[in-house]
C-alpha cells in the first residue's frame, strides 16, 4: 500500500500554469529544487526552511501581503 505519492510537478506544471494561481512554498527537508520551480510558476516565493535566517524569510514574505 502506497501513502506517500502522487504527480510529479511535469504533470502538473500545464495545469498549475493555467489557474494562474501563485503559490508559495516554503520546504524543509524536501526537493527545495522542485518547490522553488512550482512557486515560480506563477511569480510567487519559494523558501527554504532549513536556513538559519528562516524567520526573516517568512517575516518577509508576509509583510509583502499586509
Given at each position: 500500500m502506497l501513502f506517500n505519492s502522487g504527480h510529479?510537478?511535469?504533470d502538473i506544471k500545464d495545469m498549475m500554469q493555467s489557474?494562474?494561481?501563485p503559490i508559495y512554498t516554503i520546504g524543509y527537508?524536501?526537493?527545495i529544487k522542485e518547490l522553488k520551480v512550482l512557486s515560480q510558476?506563477?511569480?510567487?516565493?519559494?523558501?527554504?526552511?532549513d536556513t538559519e535566517d528562516i524567520v526573516?524569510?517568512?517575516?518577509s514574505l508576509?509583510?509583502?501581503?499586509m
Open positions: 510529479s510537478l511535469n489557474f494562474a494561481i527537508n524536501a526537493n510558476i506563477n511569480e510567487a516565493a519559494g523558501i527554504n526552511a526573516y524569510h517568512l517575516g508576509l509583510n509583502t501581503w
